[in-house]
């Protein structure tokens, strides 16, 4: 039995069966833990970050060594020319929204080659919402290539890429999409076939959920620009708010200029003691996205055992820390989110309730007990209530805490006669 938490043994019995199937994946966890680990270990190392760096800068920021070490550490983990990170990005679809605006201008076309991306950067692209200085107003075309069986058709996207398309973008990640995340070596299928039929196309990837996940990024594989959010995988669960660009360093650049301004770009912006943070949490990343990654595939065994459909499966390549659970209707789905909320160390006390969440067009019921508010590195578990009636978790900042909270919401589920 578990002390301190009364679970039915039903549950302990499946939690037992679900660790032994995980035994292979979590050691091939562990390899791609430790080769992320010593590579983000190397490239500090290389670029001889000391206590020095941690210095706040206030102002306007100018010379500020830190932020600039900072962004040359992370291009070199991230096999990138170039890199921009820094806490003044609110979030990952601002991060996003930085980079498309930064390097797209008025006339070019934009290709999401993984069908529609996910619903916050809509309005942002302007395929939906009233406009407010979408692309779309700014005359930015968009097209798109529907997923073929949930993967990328690449026939289709050759024949999508010429000459008038501008960017081409991939979503790593599956959203709110019963799809599974892309692998890498996907990615670098997709940047040749587009490269080959339009040289000049730049490719950038939404990369959230996906670092360090594997021993690779997109950006090592020919992707000219991605972009993250710091309150997910990269800033392992310490860095309190930010994210980054990483790619091409004339594309960098231009994202600089977006965020802060023409003539300015990266050499203004005073960090204001947030340098420690960041590399702390750049450090922290590999091993902290490990235990996400563990939790996934515990999550995914464990309700497997219980008989529901599991997305992806326990023992499945991975490309993102996000696990889907089919829990078929609205209730268990508030059930489980429930139970998630009332193992989690922050506002267990609370009880999540479905709402009109901003930036999605249906209720959205979220369980978030995290030290930093909507950090999805942190256990996280969302659902919109909309068929097929699905739970997203990701996050985990260890295994063992994930652990007790998918138990205690297998819990909440059989307590109310809806566990199956």
């Not at 996910?118 to 406009?131: E, L, N, Q, R």
């Not at 055992?305 to 599991?310: A, H």
Request: hydrophobic share 40%.
């Amino acid at each position: 039995m578990t002390p301190f938490f009364k679970i039915d043994d039903k549950i302990e019995e499946a939690s037992r069966r679900a660790v032994e199937k995980c035994g292979e994946q979590f050691k091939k966890i562990d390899e791609i833990t430790e080769y992320n680990q010593l590579k983000v270990q190397s490239a500090f190392i290389e670029y001889g970050v000391s206590e020095s760096h941690f210095a706040p800068s206030t102002g306007y920021g100018y010379g500020d060594r830190g932020r600039e070490t900072l962004d040359r550490v992370w291009a070199r983990v991230f096999g990138a020319e170039d890199a921009l990170v820094r806490h003044n990005f609110t979030c990952g679809t601002h991060t996003l929204a930085t980079a498309l605006f930064g390097v797209l201008r008025p006339g070019d076309k934009i290709l999401s080659v993984t069908g529609t991306p996910y619903d916050t950067i809509h309005g942002v692209i302007g395929i939906s919402g009233s406009g407010m200085g979408s692309l779309k107003e700014f005359g930015i075309e968009y097209d798109e290539v529907p997923l073929k069986n949930g993967k990328p058709d690449i026939a289709a996207i050759e024949n999508a890429v010429d000459s008038s398309v501008t960017m081409v973008y991939i979503q790593r990640s599956r959203g709110y999409e019963l799809r599974p995340a892309l692998l890498v070596e996907e990615i670098e299928e997709i940047v040749k076939s587009v490269k080959n039929r339009n040289p000049n196309v730049i490719v950038m990837v939404d990369n959230c959920y996906g670092e360090f996940v594997q021993k690779i990024e997109p950006t090592d594989v020919g992707a000219d620009l991605i972009a993250g959010s710091l309150i997910k995988n990269p800033g392992g669960g310490i860095a309190p708010t930010g994210g980054y660009i990483a790619g091409r360093k004339d594309l960098v650049e231009k994202c600089a200029y977006r965020l802060t301004a023409q003539g300015l770009g990266r050499e203004v912006g005073a960090t204001l003691g947030h340098n420690r943070e960041l590399f702390m949490g750049l450090f922290f990343a590999p091993h902290t996205v490990g235990e996400a990654l563990k939790s996934a595939v515990y999550i995914s065994a464990l309700f497997s055992d219980f008989g529901y459909e599991t997305s992806p499966a326990y023992n499945a390549e991975r490309g993102d820390i996000v696990q889907c659970l089919g829990l078929e209707n609205p209730e268990s789905l508030v059930a489980f989110c429930q139970g998630i909320q009332s193992g989690s160390p922050i506002d267990s006390f609370l009880l999540p309730e479905p709402w009109d969440m901003p930036g999605y067009d249906s209720k959205v019921v979220m369980a978030a007990g995290s030290f930093t508010l909507g950090s999805s590195i942190e256990l996280s578990a969302d659902a919109p209530l909309r068929e097929p009636y699905c739970a997203w978790i990701q996050g985990g900042l260890n295994f063992h805490s994930a652990k007790l909270c998918a138990k205690l919401a297998a819990q909440k589920m059989l307590e109310r006669g809806i566990l199956k």
